[in-house]
Every structure is written in C-alpha cells, then in structure tokens.
C-alpha cells in the first residue's frame, strides 16, 4: 500500500545533503541551517528554497537520494500551485517513488500478479469480495489516474487527438472517484487513511498541476500542450 511517509525514510545523510546544498559552501549558512534544523526539525530545511535550487543546479544535487529529490520537487511544486499540506506532498512523492519503478504504477500492490492498463479495468475490478483488495484498487484507481494525468499529459492529449480516447476531465473525475471510493471504505479507517484520500480527492486538480509542472520541468521540458492546464 502506499502511504505518505517519504520524510520518515529520510536519513541523516539525507539532511546532512540538505544543509551542504543549502549552505552552498559558506560558514555561516552551515550554522544557521544546523540551528534551523535542531529548533524547527527537517521540514523547515525541506521547505527551503535554497534546497530546491541546489538540487537543480549544484553538482552536489547529483547525489541526493530519490525519495529526497521526489519530496523535495512536489513539495516545491505544489507550494508554487499554492498547496501547502505536507501530507499530500508526501504522498504525491510516495506514489512518484512507487510507480517510477518497475510495473508498480499498472499493479495495485508490489505482491499482486494482476496488470492494469486502463482505468476502465480497474473500475471493472473495484467491487472485489475480498475486502483487502477492493480497498487497494480503489486506492489505485485513484493514484494512477493521478499518474498518468500529471505525469504524462501530452500522451493523453496525443491519444485523444488521434485516437479519440478518453481527455484529462476523465482522468479527473475517474481518480477523484477512486479517492472518494478508498475514504469511504472501512480499511481507510482502520489504517488512518481516510482525511488522506478526502484531501487527494477534494485537491486532485491541484495535485495534477503540479505534477504537470513536474514534467514540464523535469520530464519533459520540450512539449507542451495547453489543454492539461
């Protein structure tokens, strides 16, 4: 399953980074974001735009770790689109974590044999009897249309302009479905879940901008089509 909790697998060599590409070699920088890190914990580095920066541009970025620079990139993504909860961020970064890694994004957990390429065929398979997996595609349903939509937009947009399939409002309205469908089941609630998938479905849109500005930025920094805005 996946959850928000890419800042609890940060290390300290994680924020020892943070505060070297903070800092950008001086002194007093070093100081004044050890005091910061001590007094007001990693997030207040994380926050850091100086940290972003660094990461894009210092060689020192080159060897961040990827749950660190997926963190850092929504986060800072989604501050600009003006999404401030922490936790959307880092379950936005966990579902880039997941999915950028092997068939992850068309399963509905790393153990389960059954691939997905559509949403229609998750849709198809949301009223399981076993209730475990019922409540992980529903869950899915709602993360890989947040996937597709916000990284891969201009497949979509090429899809629907030469084959006819379906536009990005779908995808929106067919992860807000599985997000809603995941809050309301009884598995949320056992495992926390349920303000988590209330927020991704109420903020999908936000959340789908600023993966489209992820990207566009990062991804894909040669294409750009309008209609995904």
């Known amino acids: 399953m996946i959850l928000a909790n890419v800042r609890q697998h940060l290390t300290r060599d994680d924020a020892q980074l943070a505060l070297r590409l903070i800092a950008r070699g001086s002194s007093d920088a070093v100081e004044e974001a050890e005091v910061t890190l001590r007094d007001q914990g990693i997030d207040a580095l994380l926050d850091d735009p100086r940290l972003y920066a660094g990461l894009m541009v210092a060689g020192q970025g080159a060897h961040a770790s990827f749950p660190l620079f997926a963190y850092v990139v929504v986060r800072h993504a989604l501050r600009d689109v003006g999404e401030g909860d922490r936790m959307l961020a880092d379950y936005v970064a966990s579902i880039l974590l997941h999915f950028g890694l092997g068939t992850r994004a068309s399963r509905v957990s790393s153990s389960d044999d059954e691939i997905y390429t559509t949403l229609a065929e998750l849709s198809g398979a949301l009223e399981s009897a076993d209730a475990q997996r019922s409540f992980l595609v529903r869950a899915h349903l709602g993360n890989y249309a947040l996937w597709l939509s916000g990284v891969f937009p201009e497949y979509i947009e090429t899809r629907r302009w030469r084959k006819g399939g379906p536009d990005l409002d779908y995808y ?31 903020r999908f849109p936000v959340l789908r901008q600023a993966l489209n500005n992820v990207s566009d930025a990062l991804l894909f920094p040669r294409h750009h089509s309008p209609e995904k805005l």
């Not at 309205?173 to 927020?199: P, S, V, Y």
């Open 172 to 202: 929106e309205t067919m992860g807000r479905r599985g997000f809603t469908l995941a809050a309301d089941h009884r598995l949320a609630a056992q495992h926390g879940l349920t303000t988590l998938f209330e927020a991704a479905d109420a």
